[in-house]
């Protein structure tokens, strides 16, 4: 291909994920320059390369299978000093292990959250449903049909993954601890 074609391809696939603001199924992107999946893959990750060597304000990233231009996160101060202060939210303990039980168990329900944690979860979990970090999955094939959550993009934008299996393995060990903790945090609340 030459130089000039890629260059059109690239600013194309450029205005693409500018416009659209979400990410982008690769799919679509190659239908829309009308190449393969394997040639528009290389042109964008061509594409990030080169946007990180020149220091850009904004990079592409990628979401199992799918691209999206977003704003660099060096650049978030220059931006609040244009625009208003951006919605913030704040990840308390307890968001951050409901997030965490939703997301190593996905799809999972609000009872075995309550389960893991030995604590109702409604408002844990509707607050991460409001971030946009958790969402229904679909519903459980039981009496009451309960709904399921999972993990979204958001998430994994947040976190800079590309996919839940970029998680961190746990531990057998520390889960062995963390069960024998457990199990003695009950066995005190018995004898009380």
């Not at 603001?21 to 290389?42: M, N």
């Not at 934008?157 to 889960?175: A, C, G, H, K, W």
């Amino acid at each position: 291909m030459e130089e000039v074609e890629i260059r059109k391809l690239e600013g194309v696939i450029e205005a693409i994920l500018f416009t659209m603001g979400e990410s982008v199924e690769l799919g679509k992107i190659a239908s829309s320059i009308e190449h393969d999946e394997d040639t528009t893959r290389k042109i964008i990750r061509q594409m990030m390369v080169r946007y990180e060597e020149e220091d850009r304000g904004v990079r592409i990233i990628e979401l199992e299978g799918c691209f999206q231009m977003c704003t660099k996160k060096e650049m978030y101060e220059y931006l609040i000093k244009i625009a208003k202060q951006p919605r913030k939210f704040v990840l308390t303990d307890v968001l951050l292990e409901t997030l965490s039980i939703v997301a190593y168990k996905q799809p999972v329900t609000k009872l075995e959250i309550e389960k893991i944690r030995g604590v109702k979860s409604d408002h844990a979990v509707n607050k991460l449903v409001e971030y946009n970090l958790v969402c229904e999955v679909g519903r459980l094939d039981a009496p009451g049909r309960p709904l399921l959550f999972g993990t979204t993009e958001e998430f994994l934008r947040r976190f800079s993954i590309q996919s839940v299996e970029e998680l961190p393995s746990l531990n057998p060990e520390q889960m062995e601890n963390f069960k024998t903790e457990a199990e003695e945090e009950i066995q005190l609340k018995l004898d009380v």
